[in-house]
Nanobody, 115 residues
């Protein structure tokens, strides 16, 4: 079992920035992939960004150039820096890890972009 603790969500105006954090209860080196997903009301959960053990990254088209995923190995933490936020980025953001023994999800953190 892997516990994930997310933080950093909140209310921000359009054009603003937020940084989400996701800290894992195991060494980050035992995790193959860490990613951020989001789910808006009435919509399916979608991948936002992911980072592999060897630091390869992947982004959805909708956030490419605005969001950056990174990780701090010493803290077993993955970050999602979100810039130039838009109202359509409003959603619950979830952290997900993929290990050799399964996939695990965080509890989610709300991001609301509104004036």
């Amino acid at each position: 079992q892997v516990q994930l603790v997310e933080s950093g969500g909140g209310l921000v105006q359009p054009g603003g920035s937020l940084r989400l954090s996701c800290t894992a209860s195991v060494s980050i080196f035992s995790i193959n992939v860490m990613g951020w997903y989001r789910q808006a009301p009435g919509k399916q959960r979608e991948l936002v960004a992911a980072i592999t053990r060897d630091d390869r990254t992947d982004y959805s088209n909708s956030v490419q150039g605005r969001f950056t995923i990174s990780r701090d190995n010493a803290k077993s933490t993955v970050y999602l820096q979100m810039n130039s936020l838009k109202p359509e980025d409003t959603a619950v953001y979830y952290c997900k890890t993929r290990t050799s023994w399964g996939d695990f999800w965080g509890q989610g953190t709300q991001v609301t972009v509104s004036s």
